[in-house]
């Protein structure tokens, strides 16, 4: 998948979910997200079918989310930002030795050593860059990259801003751009632009009803969601 079909797969979602729905999203909007926001992580939803499609299931079930700050790549993070620890005592150093001392490659790389001083030195330095300069867009950013050397790090996703997904009652679901979302979160960033990979059907269902009731008409339950960064386009707090 490259990144022009999903550009085209995310046309495709806008054009229909404005024939569907009453209140449908700017697949393309960034939306603020506060890192301290956000408990849980889901990678259950497949990342090339585009941005902003509403999609029902239980996909946004308690089984398929993960607390973000208890996954490896958190923890890592945390003990080499947090605690100050050498790279070769984070969790996430010991994950990436166990990856390649089983025959498996990450991120695109081919050994241990290579992680080390181009993954493990690109993270330190984007960590002191946010640190010193504070969080910028992606875009702004340049795309940056560890390298120009390694294909995995010139995926699509990695064009884009982080990415969420939104669940039926609301919540915010990290599902890509891990690195820049545990740095925003160690270094307490207010808030970081993302966009929505998907919102489930019953959160639209929320958008709607915001948009089609009267504001003095609004039940308890819809108030609820005012301050919510996801309807701030259907009507702003």
Not at 167 to 182: I, K
Request: glycine letters at 6%; charged letters at 35%; proline letters at 5%.
């Amino acid at each position: 998948m490259n990144l022009g079909r999903f550009r085209h797969y995310t046309d495709w979602h806008r054009h229909v979910n404005g024939k569907r729905y009453d209140a449908p999203a700017d697949p393309w909007k960034l939306l603020p997200v506060s890192p301290d926001d956000v408990t849980y992580y889901n990678d259950e939803l497949r990342l090339n079918w585009g941005l902003g499609r509403v999609q029902g299931g239980d996909w946004d079930g308690e089984e398929n989310c993960r607390p973000f700050r208890e996954t490896t790549l958190y923890r890592g993070l945390e003990q080499r930002f947090e605690d100050g620890r050498d790279w070769e005592e984070t969790a996430l150093y010991r994950w990436a030795e166990e990856q390649f001392e089983s025959g498996e490659t990450v991120r695109g790389y081919e050994s241990m050593a290579e992680f080390r001083t181009v993954r493990c030195e690109y993270i330190d330095e984007l960590f002191r860059r946010i640190d010193r300069e504070g969080y910028r867009p992606n875009e702004e950013a340049a795309h940056e990259k560890a390298t120009d050397d390694n294909p995995f790090e010139d995926a699509y996703a990695n064009h884009l801003e982080p990415l969420v997904v939104i669940g039926r009652d609301g919540e915010v679901y990290w599902t890509e751009g891990n690195h820049r979302f545990a740095i925003a979160s160690i270094l307490d960033v207010d808030a970081i632009p993302v966009y929505v990979l998907c919102r489930h059907e019953n959160w639209q269902a929320v958008r709607d009803r915001l948009h089609d009731t009267p504001r003095e008409e609004l039940p308890s339950e819809l108030e609820a969601y005012l301050g919510h960064p996801d309807v701030q386009d259907v009507r702003p707090e």
